[in-house]
């Protein structure tokens, strides 16, 4: 597989990161650990997951998703060939935020619950008011120092928020590689712009989340009859609207003249994007993994990418 530079963290990812929130939450464990098989035989190599995935599932406390990445690693001596992301922030049992101490511990906690001894790419998950940049940076910049991490970046900044962070950083205090920002076909405004530009600009690489839309894109969902399709499916009421629904049917036209299906027409979409590095997706099962993997395949025309540009 070919592997794309992720920005100047020094790391190469195949163009699909593999998102973790599923894992202990939507996949059970066998399931995750099935998906992860998948994912790995396939020739791709990052995951993406969170101190606090999956804490908003009933009886959860945050740290699940990292358990089943860490013990699946663990269990196939698989450590080697995964690229680990994980990020800090959010809040869990134990505190929240960006705060200098915050960083050290939940940095050491994470590396407890992945069974590893480094994290590859660490994410600042939500930039934090309440923190000066300069701080949080320096604490990046420690846990690099210290062999724990060996890059950084910042997720759901702005392009104001990220600058500032580019512009405070050098000397002790870590530069962010990456970002992450909400980003798919149907949340365009968020990133396109001034951040995507402050990207090209400042060559970061560029992982976006929700890139199915947490599963709208894949064009399952097409009235409110097919909601009990997934756990998750209230969440896409909101999409049942005439944008949503005409990029469902560009979706449906390109996907039909291409022989692929409408969540690889999505995920193509995202990696043919020049800003782009890998899109984030998530799958609950083997068989959608697979789907999602063959975008990686797929080559959209201009006029594809005009009819999707809705
Ligand atoms: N930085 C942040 O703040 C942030 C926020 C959110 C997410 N993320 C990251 O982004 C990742 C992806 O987000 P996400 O999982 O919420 O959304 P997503 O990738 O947009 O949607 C994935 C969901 O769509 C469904 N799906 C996937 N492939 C399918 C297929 N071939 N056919 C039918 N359905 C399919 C699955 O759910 P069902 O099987 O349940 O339908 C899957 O869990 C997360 O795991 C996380 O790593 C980051």
């Given at each position: 597989m070919q592997t794309r530079k992720?920005?100047?963290?020094?790391?190469?990812?195949?163009?699909?990161?593999?998102?973790?929130?599923?894992?202990?939450?939507?996949?059970?464990?066998?399931?995750?650990f099935t998906v992860l098989?998948?994912?790995?035989?396939?020739?791709?190599?990052?995951?993406?997951?969170?101190?606090?995935?999956?804490r908003w599932a009933p009886g959860h406390q945050g740290g699940e998703s990292e358990t089943v990445l860490g013990d699946w690693m663990k269990e196939r001596g698989s450590r080697d060939k995964v690229v680990v992301i994980t990020k800090v922030g959010s809040e869990m049992p134990a505190g929240k935020g960006l705060k200098a101490a915050y960083i050290q511990?939940?940095?050491?906690?994470?590396?407890?619950?992945?069974?590893?001894?480094r994290i590859d790419l660490y994410f600042s998950h939500f930039p934090d008011k309440e923190t000066p940049i300069e701080e949080t940076l320096e604490a990046h910049q420690r846990l690099i120092d210290q062999g724990k991490v060996r890059s950084v970046g910042g997720?759901?900044?702005?392009?104001?928020?990220?600058?500032?962070?580019?512009?405070?950083?050098?000397?002790?205090?870590?530069?962010?590689?990456?970002?992450?920002?909400?980003?798919?076909?149907l949340v365009r405004d968020q990133y396109e712009g001034g951040l995507e530009n402050l990207c090209v600009k400042e060559g970061l690489?560029?992982?976006?989340?929700?890139?199915?839309a947490s599963g709208f894109l894949t064009g399952k969902y097409r009235s409110e009859a097919d909601l009990g399709?997934?756990?998750?499916?209230?969440?896409?009421?909101?999409?049942?609207?005439?944008?949503?629904?005409?990029i469902l049917a560009a979706l449906d036209a390109v996907s039909k003249a291409h022989g692929a299906t409408?969540?690889?027409?999505?995920?193509?979409?995202?990696?043919?994007?020049?800003?782009?590095?890998?899109?984030?997706?998530?799958?609950?099962?083997?068989?959608?993994?697979?789907?999602?993997?063959?975008?990686?395949?797929l080559k959209l025309s201009a006029d594809d990418m005009k009819a999707l540009d809705l």
């Open positions: 992720l920005g100047s963290s020094g790391l190469s990812i195949a163009p699909l990161v593999l998102g973790g929130n599923v894992f202990g939450w939507t996949a059970d464990r066998a399931a995750s098989d998948t994912f790995l035989d396939g020739g791709f190599n990052a995951v993406d997951t969170a101190d606090v995935y999956s511990s939940a940095c050491d906690a994470s590396l407890k619950r992945l069974k590893t001894d997720s759901n900044y702005d392009a104001a928020g990220l600058k500032q962070a580019l512009d405070a950083a050098g000397g002790s205090r870590a530069r962010y590689t990456v970002l992450q920002p909400h980003y798919n076909l690489g560029v992982i976006p989340y929700f890139a199915l399709k997934s756990a998750r499916g209230g969440g896409m009421k909101k999409h049942f609207n005439a944008r949503g629904l005409a409408q969540a690889q027409v999505a995920l193509a979409w995202l990696m043919a994007r020049p800003s782009i590095t890998a899109p984030i997706a998530s799958a609950t099962s083997a068989t959608q993994l697979k789907e999602l993997a063959a975008a990686a395949e």
